[in-house]
């Protein structure tokens, strides 16, 4: 099956700094790839679809300018957490698609802590 | 808006035995993509089966199956001689099949394999 990754796995930083989370498709092309956020023993909710070349379309209720989405390549998407505050701290995920847009497969999440 | 409902929040099955979980959703539209994604304690998404409405035809993936009530908005997760490696938290979800095919999950339902 389809491989996505994400780096890194796992991330602690202070609180006012700014975090970049990398979703890497391995062996296929995705146009649009998705970021969501777990809080612990919750479900997983979508803050932004990223399509390759364009602007990222968030949730409502996700701010734009403290989540920032590049999806500069078919096979890479980044999310920068700027200015990251302790509640910011969550479990993220990436997803992406294939070609036929049917699936969306998962990277194995980054944990955020911040203090 | 689409959502999707999972009651059970916790199910337990003993070993070699026969379990479902039950899900439902609400949505206006006829054509879409229903799944069932597991996460073991690894906390990686993992495809366990997926379901396109405009099949009548019940998907099935070697011990998981699914019961597709179109009608009744209900897609119930069967998995059949229950192994240790099954326990995990359980997500149904939805997505449209045609635009940006972003998923909207369910609670979540943690099973639990009694040895």
């Known amino acids: 099956g389809a491989v996505v990754s994400q780096h890194p796995s796992r991330v602690i930083c202070k609180s006012g700094t700014s975090v970049k989370i990398e979703c890497r498709s391995l062996?296929?092309?995705?146009?649009?790839m998705f970021w969501y956020r777990q809080f612990p023993k919750q479900s997983l909710m979508l803050m932004a679809t990223?399509?390759?070349?364009?602007?990222?379309?968030?949730e409502q209720g996700v701010e734009k300018d403290k989540f920032l989405i590049n999806h500069a390549s078919l096979t890479l998407s980044t999310l920068t957490v700027t200015s990251a505050h302790p509640e910011d701290s969550s479990f993220y995920i990436c997803?992406?698609?294939?070609?036929?847009?049917?699936?969306?497969?998962f990277g194995p999440g980054t944990r955020l802590l911040v203090l | 808006a689409q959502t999707v409902t999972q009651s059970q929040p916790e199910m337990s099955v003993q070993e070699a035995e026969t379990v479902t979980l039950s899900c439902t959703y609400d949505t206006s539209e006829s054509d879409y993509y229903l799944f069932w994604y597991k996460q073991p304690p690894s906390r990686q998404m993992i495809l366990v089966i997926r379901q396109e409405a405009y099949k009548q035809q019940n998907a099935t993936e070697n011990r998981f199956s699914v019961n597709f009530q179109k009608a009744a908005k209900s897609f119930s997760l069967k998995i059949s001689d229950s192994q240790l490696g099954d326990a995990a938290m359980y997500f149904c979800a939805y997505s449209l099949i045609q635009g940006a095919q972003k998923l909207v999950f369910g609670q979540g339902t943690r099973l639990t394999i009694n040895p």
């Open positions: 062996d296929f092309q995705a146009t649009t």
């Open positions: 997803s992406a698609s294939t070609a036929d847009q049917e699936t969306q497969y």
């Open positions: 990223s399509n390759e070349g364009s602007k990222a379309t968030y």
